[in-house]
């Protein structure tokens, strides 16, 4: 019978389970995944670190970028204490910068395709493709017809990505957005093909860089930005954008966990 251990960290209000150990079968992965969800109502994802020391491999259960996920395996990595590390992701990006600043701030960046790609697919809606993971972001102004409408979102996000081809990318979802003076609310829905889900987020951190980004793409500048998330919680995205590419990407914001480790046993 085989035995794993996990521990669930909280990025910014995006529960996020993490497996100690990553040399699983895809068949375990998928198996240990649905389990931890289903034992655990208010996990919404589940990502796998390496438990080799100096190692820093991280990847998620589904596959593609988390930026959450990512975050939290950081605050794992440097069990909470300021400091600066690389992380891999496999078939996503080796040697990823991130860290912990003396506010015990989490911050990671975001492996960035080498030109801009960002592209009005039409009157409102920008899709935003990203090493690992790809957005469709809905500008505030068009947003306002699914938000003040009772429709289920989950199911009108999952038309969207399916309209525009979308559901067999790897890591994919739509970003509702409602502005503010200065800052952003962000409404993520993601689907994961890896695991077969469908999630609202409770907190998005490739969303709120691509929202961020596309609000840097309109204006044509750097943009430092707070994103509220749904969990109320925010996560700050820089972006540097050289009005011809993006050249940074860094999202920061609190990550929590009560230390709990879990040991489970899949079945047989």
Known sequence: ??????????????????????????????????????????????????DEPKRHVFFMAGGGFCGNGTRAAVCHFLRGMPDNIRITIPDVFDGLSAGITKNHDVWTCVPL???????????????????????????????????????????????????????????????FQSGLADSVCIHPFVHDIGVDTMIAETACGSGTVATAMVKSYLENSNVTIPVIQPSGHIIKAEIEYNGFEFTKAVISGKVVSDGVIYTRSLPT
């Open 113 to 175: 395709q080498s030109k801009s790609k960002i592209t009005e697919i039409e009157d409102g809606f920008y899709l935003v493709e990203m090493i690992g993971v790809t957005h469709i972001i809905v500008s505030p102004e068009k947003s306002k017809q699914f938000l003040t409408k009772a429709q289920d979102l989950l199911t009108v996000s999952k038309s969207i990505l399916l309209n525009y081809n979308l559901l067999d990318y790897s890591s994919c979802g739509v970003v």
């Open 1 to 50: 019978m085989l035995e794993y251990k996990y521990q669930i960290y909280v990025p910014s209000g995006n529960d996020t389970a993490l497996v100690f150990g990553n040399n699983y079968s895809r068949e375990d992965i998928i198996r240990i995944n649905d389990l931890i969800m289903s034992e655990h109502a208010n996990v919404e994802q589940v990502g796998f670190v390496s």
